[in-house]
């Protein structure tokens, strides 16, 4: 790979390539100007133009996907900027948009894993534990930690005779079942998930205090579940414990800053103080963080509802039963109840 | 640290060579300076050359020998670039994007000016060029022969990697 400057020849009046002796004198080579123009030429053989075009056109092919992945290549970098600064939501509408170009991607859908547990996002989990599948990625660290987030999860898998109580559940009346739950996790003293879900039975039955001391043990034994944190800052804030439920709902933001569920927890926390205004700006936070979400709709036609703007909360009510998941169901009930006075909220 | 006889490595990465050889041809043409003879690639050392005549002004001849330094890391970084982005960021490659990938690196790869090169140079700046000049151009030869030394220890095949590979992904960075 080397240059090389060539010497003129020996007979100065020749042309050093031809061998005539027309070349011009000022020039400091001896080649004629006939030669002189073939020779600077871009003469390119054959072979190396054929090679220089499959390239070209190996290139070309590829290059027409370039502005798709580059996006792709631009959202992931954004999902990964976000997750290092626990801005989940985010993360997770980043690493959606790449999971779209590239559903196989191991190491988006972790993210996209990861992401979605931190957002409690349980449509989204269920499509990304499907789409990563049994792949495996060399980045043993990052299947890790969404390995870790899915077993947050487990708080919601009742083992062996618990889910035979807990799939029958709708056979029987709540204070039954609440019984039943109750009897299993005495004989089961051990079974953390039990204790969960008899927890999150006594909540809806309104038994807070109960439902606290239950809980109280699973947060001992998995302190950071989300999960358990989010049921304790709804207990305490059911249970008129104000600055506890936001101290539970300021843990869950520690872990997610932009946690929806969260920053509406928090919304409803201020609306029962009678923090209105703060409720609004709580409430209007938790909707620009996710337009879509039901908690978000639901707190801000809460607040929308206490300052007597009916219409409003109306119109958020209509778009949760509208784009709603069908796990949004619960959301659309409370606030109905809450809306047309069934329930008094505060 | 393994060692693979040059002229395997000169097989193996020939698209890298045959575009080196090229850069110097099209700067030569860039300058009018008399092409005599270019062997793009051949299985012997050196594994390409460029035979031209010895340009007029010193900074073209100097052109001339780093021309490959320029051409080849943009041309290994805009084949590289359509298949990096799915191949290496998330593992989605197909057959084509590994080839671009092959034809990237190796190409970026002997962006490098060789030994030879660097010769040319500083024998252009002995015979043409006074002390001031050769002050010069005595780092850009000394960086030459460094790069040399260092692709005992795979710094060229690094220098591809990084183009066709490290570039993309600092392009996203910025982008993003």
């Not at chain 1, 039954?176 to 969960?196: I, T, W």
């Not at chain 1, 703007?309 to 009510?317: D, F, S, V, W, Y």
């Not at chain 2, 000169?10 to 003879?37: D, M, W």
Request: proline share 5%; glycine share 6%.
């Amino acid at each position: 790979m080397d240059t090389h400057s060539a010497e003129p020849p020996k007979n100065p009046n020749a042309c050093m390539v031809c061998g005539k002796s027309d070349h011009p004198e000022d020039l400091t080579k001896r080649i004629c100007n006939d030669c002189r123009t073939n020779l600077t030429r871009l003469n390119i053989p054959k072979w190396v133009k054929a090679f220089a075009l499959g390239v070209v056109a190996l290139t070309l092919v590829d290059a027409v996907r370039v502005p798709r992945f580059l996006l792709a290549g631009i959202h992931y970098q954004r999902g990964e900027n976000a997750q290092d600064q626990n801005h989940y939501a985010t993360a997770e509408k980043e690493f959606k948009y790449v999971a779209d170009i590239f559903p196989g991607s191991i190491e988006n859908n972790a993210k996209l894993v990861i992401s979605s547990v931190h957002n409690m996002d349980f449509g989204e989990i269920d499509v990304a534990v499907k789409n990563a599948g049994r792949q495996t990625s060399d980045e043993e660290g990052l299947v890790e930690e969404a390995n870790s987030c899915l077993e947050m999860l487990d708080v919601y898998i009742p083992g062996k005779g618990l889910d035979s109580l807990v799939l029958n559940r709708f056979k029987y009346p709540d204070t039954v079942y609440c019984d039943s739950l109750n009897a299993f996790a005495l004989r089961n003293p051990g079974d953390n998930v039990a204790k969960y879900f008899l927890a999150d039975k006594l909540f809806d039955l309104e038994e807070y205090k109960k439902s606290d001391s239950v809980l109280q043990y699973c947060v001992k034994y998995t302190p950071k579940n989300i999960f358990i944190i989010q049921l304790m800052a709804a207990i305490k804030r059911e249970s008129k414990q104000y600055d506890s439920a936001i101290y539970f709902y300021n843990e869950m933001l520690d872990w997610n800053a932009e946690s929806v569920a969260a920053i509406s927890g928090k919304a409803r926390v201020e609306l029962k103080r009678h923090n209105d205004a703060i409720a609004l700006q709580l409430a209007q936070q938790a909707y620009l963080t996710d337009s879509s979400n039901a908690l978000s709709l639901e707190a801000l036609a809460m607040v929308y509802y206490y300052s007597n703007k009916q219409a409003q909360a109306n119109g958020l009510l209509t778009r949760i039963k509208q784009d709603g998941n069908p796990e949004d169901s619960v959301v659309y009930n409370r606030l109905d109840n809450i809306l047309t006075g069934k329930t008094i909220f505060r | 640290m393994f060692f693979i006889p040059g002229f395997i490595i000169s097989i193996l990465t020939c698209p890298g060579i045959i575009v080196h050889e090229f850069a110097h041809q099209l700067f030569c043409r860039l300058f009018k300076v008399p092409v005599f003879k270019v062997c793009y690639f051949r299985v012997g050392n050196p594994a390409g050359y460029v035979l031209h005549e010895t340009p007029k002004q010193n900074w073209q001849s100097l052109m001339i020998s780093i021309g490959p330094f320029f051409v080849n890391t943009i041309v290994g970084f805009l084949i590289a670039f359509p298949a990096s982005i799915p191949l290496v960021k998330f593992n989605q490659g197909d057959p084509a994007d590994y080839l671009l990938i092959y034809l990237g690196v190796s190409i970026a790869m002997h962006a490098f000016p060789s030994v030879g090169d660097a010769k040319s140079i500083w024998n252009h700046f002995e015979k043409h060029g006074n002390l001031f000049k050769r002050i010069l151009v005595a780092p850009i030869v000394g960086l030459i022969y460094l790069g040399a030394i260092g692709s005992f220890v795979w710094l060229d095949f690094a220098y591809g990697i990084g183009v066709a590979v490290g570039l993309p992904e600092l392009f996203i960075k910025l982008l993003a």
